[in-house]
């Protein structure tokens, strides 16, 4: 029952609640996972070289992460809360199935992050510099962990396996743990979550060291941290655009009306083309498009003449399989975030290319124009994540679990009024967050890494 106020169903106004939290959440996450393992890099290069410039970037780019690990924590938990509140049904559902993964990421990866990062912020000076090393590294390794029980969880909303239905109380049982975490959805979309993380805090290294190049404040440091994250940004891009072809193959095969979807493909077709671009009626129907002959199909199945399913016929075959019903995705808005996606992580990946070729011309930080334009990439990598993620999720609908629950069936049976004021209180909240965390990293990114003490004068309590 979805209780209605100014022609607004509860359910809509709680997948409204849940993609803001969600989308915001997972703004943080990326960059936390991404910065901490550049952190460490940084870290480690300050142990071996004894190099005081690096000592100096894992300081200062240090303060950065703890600031938005901070606020990743806090929106985390937020996100789960809203299960039991305004998803109850879908909770008692997938419950049996969740609690494990979720269970290990709390107990065993959030507690080894915290832990270990409470070592390296209270350390310094107290522990070996070998274990204090050693404690950035774990920390890092934790966030990481984090993030493949999570993706786990969702691999499984995206391509339930190792599980059966409970004949009396209909919910979803595990009967094995191992088939949900080798489930070939999670693999590769672990490893592309990963690797776009990893992208996410080099490029964020780059914009933040080609700012201060600009301004040749402490040349030492950031001279050294913008080759670094070049490097690494070049080298995630191109994985991240690798197991993102190897994932759209994949779910061709597993989800293949997201896909085509996204592609704007509404017949099926051998040697099926690639939309440039596509306009619609409100119906959903093709008015004008621009498309390349054959190239789908060699994307999608590695076939000139490849067969790749329409939306029409996989339409026919959802309502005959699972009753009458609407199984098409919001086309329009699957086409747009899967091009804005692709063209982003394109753009760095050039940004990535130029900044090579520059390093090795040696005209890396007198090249101003490369420089103003890295700056202004740091929002790509957040932007494209966004894109990823809504692509991802508005993909599967309607199923909240493809093809055994459907969204409209997992909502609480709660009013209206009780989510108009959670996601007006959350949205809020949310927003003041956004402004402090957005303020507190510019204000602390524009401040120069401070000289470190000399050798004679004690270290500081308070060194991040």
Do not use: C
Not at 80 to 85: D, V
Not at 283 to 288: D, E, K, R, T
Not at 312 to 318: D, S
């Amino acid at each position: 029952m979805n209780l209605l106020v100014a022609g607004v169903s509860t359910l809509m106004l709680a997948r409204w609640q849940f993609a803001i939290t969600t989308v915001f959440h997972f703004l943080f996450v990326p960059l936390t996972i991404g910065l901490g393992l550049l952190v460490a890099i940084f870290q480690s290069a300050a142990y071996h070289t004894h190099d005081p410039a690096y000592d100096r970037a894992t300081r200062f780019f240090g303060k950065l992460f703890l600031v938005n690990f901070a606020i990743g924590v806090v929106t985390g938990i937020v996100q789960e809360f809203q299960f039991g509140m305004d998803w109850s049904r879908y909770s008692v559902f997938v419950g049996n199935i969740f609690g494990a993964p979720l269970a290990i990421e709390g107990l065993l990866a959030f507690f080894m992050e915290s832990t270990f990062l409470g070592v390296w912020i209270f350390g310094r000076g107290r522990v070996s510099d070998r274990v204090h090393l050693a404690s950035i590294w774990l920390a890092s390794i934790g966030t990481i962990l984090s993030a493949a029980f999570i993706v786990a969880a969702n691999s499984w909303m995206q391509h339930p396996v190792g599980y059966t239905i409970d004949p009396t109380t209909h919910q979803a049982v595990m009967t094995n743990f191992w088939a949900v975490m080798t489930n070939s959805t999670f693999l590769l979309a672990y490893f592309h979550v990963l690797t776009a993380a990893i992208l996410t805090g080099a490029v964020f290294v780059l914009a933040v060291s080609a700012w201060h190049l600009r301004r040749a404040h402490d040349t030492a440091v950031f001279a050294k941290t913008i080759r670094v994250a070049i490097v690494v940004t070049v080298i995630s891009a191109l994985a991240t655009m690798f197991l993102g072809d190897s994932q759209g193959k994949l779910e061709e095969v597993q989800q293949p009306m997201k896909m085509a979807a996204a592609e704007a493909l509404y017949n099926t077709t051998n040697g099926a083309s690639f939309s440039l671009l596509t306009i619609g009626d409100l119906s959903g129907n093709p008015i004008f498009q621009v498309r390349l002959p054959h190239l789908l199909s060699v994307l999608a199945t590695n076939s000139w003449d490849g067969k790749v399913q329409g939306i029409h016929q996989l339409q026919a075959e959802a309502t005959k399989k699972y009753g009458a019903g609407s199984y098409v995705p919001v086309i329009w808005l699957l086409y747009w975030t899967f091009r804005l996606m692709v063209g982003l992580g394109i753009a760095i990946f050039l940004l990535g290319g130029v900044g090579l070729w520059l390093m090795r011309r040696r005209r890396l930080e007198r090249s101003t124009l490369f420089l103003r334009v890295a700056t202004w990439m740091a929002l790509a990598p957040f932007l494209a994540n966004t894109f990823g993620w809504i692509f991802t999720e508005v993909g599967r609908q309607p199923w909240v679990v493809y093809g055994l629950l459907k969204t409209s069936n997992a909502v609480s049976l709660i009013s209206t009024g009780y989510v108009v004021t959670s996601l007006v209180g959350f949205t809020a909240i949310y927003t003041l967050l956004a402004v402090v965390e957005i303020g507190l990293l510019i204000r602390m990114a524009q401040v120069p890494p401070a000289a470190l003490p000399a050798a004679d004068e004690p270290v500081p309590e308070l060194i991040y």
